[in-house]
């Protein structure tokens, strides 16, 4: 069974920073796509971005350079370095991973996470103005 934990949200002033993490355990394969979604209320959980065990990475538009998701001890951590943080940016994040990866990046990120097979508890995210 595949387990996702996610940490590091927080509080931070509108053009802050925020590194979140999500420790993954339990893969049975080596091929995979990981990567964060986000849920602020009110609205629909949308995909933010993603990397795959070849190392791509996918970043939805929003992000505009601001965000960095990267991966370390093979498929173990991911990691989203968030910089510029706006008040738009608050909400839940959501750590997802589908093992095997069998679409693209984009895919995987589309339609709210309704592709996912894993999913962590979310770790909540504040911006204030």
């Known amino acids: 069974q595949v387990h996702l934990v996610e940490s590091g949200g927080g509080s931070v002033p509108a053009g802050g920073s925020l590194r979140l993490s999500c420790v993954a355990s339990?893969?049975?394969?080596?091929?995979?796509?990981m990567g964060w979604f986000r849920q602020a209320p009110g609205k629909e959980r949308e995909g933010v971005a993603a990397?795959?065990?070849?190392?791509?990475?996918a970043y939805k538009a929003f992000v505009s350079g601001r965000f960095t998701i990267s991966k370390a001890n093979a498929q173990s951590n991911l990691y989203l370095q968030m910089n510029s943080l706006k008040p738009e940016d608050a909400g839940m994040y959501y750590c997802?991973?589908?093992?095997?990866?069998?679409?693209?990046?984009?895919?995987?990120?589309?339609?709210?996470?309704?592709?996912?097979?894993?999913w962590g508890q979310g770790t909540q995210v504040t911006v204030s103005s």
């Open positions: 997802a991973a589908n093992i095997p990866c069998s679409s693209s990046l984009a895919n995987f990120m589309s339609g709210g996470g309704d592709k996912v097979n894993y």
């Open positions: 339990g893969y049975p394969y080596s091929r995979y796509c």
């Open positions: 990397v795959d065990s070849d190392g791509s990475t």
